[in-house]
């Protein structure tokens, strides 16, 4: 499984940005995908997860509404659309995916993985 990252970067407040991980796996339709964040000192956190059915989508409370993720089926990719940007939402965002069958929602911790990309990096200055 290979899960590569892009389309952080610098961003002032109230803006908006898409990142996006390229997943390379065998992949059937209830493997879950995440994305997680990690701000300088403090614990990796949940933003959100989808099946890889494209079904299923969660979200922590304190994102909701102004972040979306999806995927592409095409392209192998998911996305994390985030709109509204907050100082707060700085940190490193990791993209990941579990190699198991998932029949409920999908996890929201980071035990509920397997696997993870290197992170890209997201700065909002106010």
């Known amino acids: 499984v290979q899960l590569v990252e892009s389309g952080g970067g610098l961003v002032q407040a109230g803006g908006s940005l898409r990142l996006s991980c390229a997943v390379s796996?065998?992949?059937?339709?209830?493997?879950?995908v995440a994305w997680f964040r990690q701000a300088p000192g403090k614990e990796r956190e949940f933003v959100a997860a989808i099946r890889w059915s494209g079904s299923g989508t969660v979200y922590s409370e304190s994102m909701k509404g102004r972040f979306i993720i999806s995927r592409d089926n095409a392209q192998n990719t998911i996305y994390l659309q985030m709109n509204g940007l907050k100082p707060d939402d700085t940190a490193v965002y990791y993209c990941?995916?579990?190699?198991?069958?998932?029949?409920?929602?999908?996890?929201?911790?980071?035990?509920?993985?397997?696997?993870w990309g290197q992170g890209t990096q997201v700065t909002v200055s106010s």
């Open positions: 990941a995916f579990g190699d198991y069958f998932s029949y409920g929602e999908p996890p929201r911790i980071v035990n509920g993985y397997t696997d």
């Open positions: 796996a065998r992949a059937f339709d209830n493997n879950p």
